[in-house]
Each structure stands twice: as structure tokens, then as C-alpha cells.
Nanobody
Framework: VQLQAFGGGLVQAGGSLRLSCAAS????????MGWFRQAPGKEREFVAA????????TYADSVKGRFTISRDNAKNTVYLQMNSLKPEDTAVYYC??????????????????WGQGTQVTVSS
């Protein structure tokens, strides 16, 4: 599976962005998908994840109520809708795919596939 993330950009605090991650290859619907981010000088951290069918989601406490993860298995794409953005959301955002379930993608960085990052910058 190859993953390509896009949709990042520069936005003012309080604004919104929607990230997309397009997957190529087989069996996209068999992977849990997740979004992660890495700010300068910090470790990569979990943001949100979604189950194979889209019925289950998990979020980092820092984004709950502001970010929404979704997927369209017919389009092999996962999305991250980011609202009420804050300067501390500034980071490179990565998407990832994992076949081992929601526990794995929520609590581990040792995942099956990673996409390249897309920069999100939130100005104050």
C-alpha cells in the first residue's frame, strides 16, 4: 500500500483545513487508518484513527471535539477534518495504515505503511 497525504497549508487560528490521504494498492478496506503529527523538535504523536469499516474512531485528547477522521473505502481515501485550529496544531501531518487493528494504530508507531507528510501551519 502506498499512501499520499495532501491538503496542508497555512491557516489562521480558529480556521479549518481538511487533509486527505489517498491509498494505492490492494485491500485498503482491510487496514485501519490513522493520522499522526510531528512538530519541530518533538516526537511524532498520534492524532486520530479509524477502523476498517469506519465504525470505530479514536482521538488524541488534544484534538477531541475539533478534529474528525473519516474514510471512503470506495475512493481508497481517509480524511482528517480539522476545525478550530490552534497554533499548537502546527506540525507535519502523516497518514498511516495498519492491519493489526485499532489498538496497534492508536498506541504504536510501528505500523505497516506510512505516507509522506503534509505541513500544517497555524498562525496566531
Amino acid at each position: 500500500v502506498q499512501l499520499q497525504a495532501f491538503g496542508g497549508g497555512l491557516v489562521q487560528a480558529g480556521g479549518s483545513l481538511r487533509l486527505s490521504c489517498a491509498a494505492s494498492g490492494r485491500a485498503f478496506s482491510r487496514y485501519c487508518m490513522g493520522w499522526f503529527r510531528q512538530a519541530p523538535g518533538k516526537e511524532r504523536e498520534f492524532v486520530a484513527a479509524i477502523s476498517w469499516t469506519g465504525a470505530g474512531t479514536t482521538y488524541a485528547d488534544s484534538v477531541k471535539g475539533r478534529f474528525t477522521i473519516s474514510r471512503d473505502n470506495a475512493k481508497n481515501t481517509v480524511y482528517l477534518q480539522m476545525n478550530s485550529l490552534k497554533p499548537e496544531d502546527t506540525a507535519v501531518y502523516y497518514c498511516a495504515a495498519d492491519s493489526r487493528g485499532m489498538q496497534s494504530i492508536t498506541y504504536s508507531l510501528n505500523l505497516d505503511f506510512w505516507g509522506q507528510g503534509t505541513q500544517v501551519t497555524v498562525s496566531s
